[in-house]
């Protein structure tokens, strides 16, 4: 069993920054891959970006490359998203989610076990 607690949503900018954070609990964390996911009003669950277990390996969705990082401590059990040069269209509901049985880093999101509640970001023109 994984737990995830999402935090660091809310309103900013456009051109603003907003880092999230996902912290874990349950089964050791540096064993499973992590990734974030967003859903929009009236669109379907996008990839954004997602981190292997060690942090070696990130692998990021089109819309957000460039201006996304998504990174992990271990030792906190604590995956983060910074988010720079925000868009309106990068409104959504950001979730992260653990994968446990892979040896590489999924973008598709059935694949992932466990999810968190969920955190909104908001970004105004």
């Known amino acids: 069993q994984v737990q995830l607690v999402e935090s660091g949503g809310g309103l900013v900018q456009a051109g603003g920054s907003l880092r999230l954070s996902c912290a874990a609990s349950?089964?050791?964390?540096?064993?499973?891959?992590m990734g974030w996911f967003r859903r929009a009003p009236g669109k379907v669950r996008e990839f954004v970006a997602a981190?292997?277990?060690?942090?070696?390996?990130?692998y990021y969705g089109d819309s957000v490359k460039g201006r996304f990082t998504i990174s992990r401590d271990n030792a906190k059990n604590t995956v983060y998203l910074q988010m720079n040069s925000l868009k309106p269209e990068d409104t959504a509901v950001y979730y992260c989610?653990?994968?446990?049985?892979?040896?590489?880093?999924?973008?598709?999101?059935?694949?992932?076990?466990?999810w968190g509640q969920g955190t909104q970001v908001t970004v105004s023109s």
């Open positions: 989610a653990a994968e446990l049985d892979s040896r590489v880093v999924q973008s598709t999101d059935q694949l992932y076990d466990y």
């Open positions: 349950g089964r050791t964390f540096s064993t499973y891959n």
């Open positions: 981190i292997n277990w060690s942090g070696s390996v990130t």
